[in-house]
């Protein structure tokens, strides 16, 4: 609604890190970076807030209730997960790790899932990126690399795309973020979902067929499809056989 638009603020950006020496092919959900079904994930802060923490944990666990996995949210000790906010003084873009990347980045100092921005993000968008960043941690990818679906993009887009982050080419940009993956060693929904959390929005100056604002909110596929990956009553296999076949 206009209401709920006005809260909004100006573009935001989103990226994914990869763990050195690893390959950065991977899917909508690639199984060779998916946790085992009930696996208990550790997740620590390494800064923010007590204010911005609580809402990471309580946004977070919305994932739980489709998912047969579990968070465990400790202050000190090892965790595969840790978090930070504007990590690095990098207040542009809200990243992380796909799926158990994470374990490769063994420095428990180091952050492996930032968010930026916060002070100027409605609540809305915290929600959002909560949602999309831990979409991430359980090892999806950005709805946009659907193998069956085109974005149609303009000629304006690498000017555009070069102009906003200037220390990253278009080529690379558009074959790691944007370019359709590759059909091994992916699993997918069915259709491309427009209305699901990993959704990269475009305006259709830039590309014809993805035109909307990000998705705040998790939608039904997101859910069913989560819940197929981490079954919280069988083993994932089942699924995965059904897929292959």
């Not at 950005?142 to 278009?170: C, K, M, Q, V």
């Amino acid at each position: 609604s206009a209401s709920v638009k006005e809260e909004f603020s100006a573009n935001r950006f989103y990226g994914s890190k990869y763990a050195e020496n690893m390959s950065t092919t991977r899917g909508i959900a690639q199984r060779t970076k998916l946790w085992y079904p009930h696996s208990t994930i550790k997740i620590k802060f390494v800064n923010g807030s007590s204010e911005y923490q609580e809402k990471v944990m309580t946004y977070a666990r919305e994932w739980l209730q489709y998912a047969g996995l579990n968070f465990q949210f400790v202050t000190e000790g090892k965790a595969e997960v840790r978090i930070g906010f504007d990590w690095n003084d990098n207040r542009y873009i809200t990243w992380s790790y796909i799926g158990t990347d994470c374990k490769m980045a063994t420095n428990q100092d180091e952050a492996t899932m930032s968010f930026a921005d916060w002070d100027r993000a409605s609540e809305f968008e915290k929600k959002g990126d909560v949602l999309r960043a831990f979409g991430q941690v359980l090892g999806l990818e950005l709805e946009s690399r659907h193998l069956d679906f085109d974005p149609n993009w303009s000629n304006t887009i690498a000017d555009y795309w070069e102009g906003e982050l200037t220390d990253i080419p278009w080529d690379n940009l558009k074959e790691y973020v944007f370019d359709p993956l590759q059909r091994s060693e992916v699993i997918m929904t069915d259709e491309y979902d427009e209305l699901s959390i990993m959704i990269w929005p475009f305006t259709r100056r830039y590309a014809g067929n993805t035109a909307r604002d990000f998705n705040y909110e998790l939608s039904d596929m997101d859910k069913a499809f989560i819940s197929q990956l981490y079954p919280k009553d069988q083993e994932r296999e089942t699924f995965i056989e059904r897929i292959e076949t």
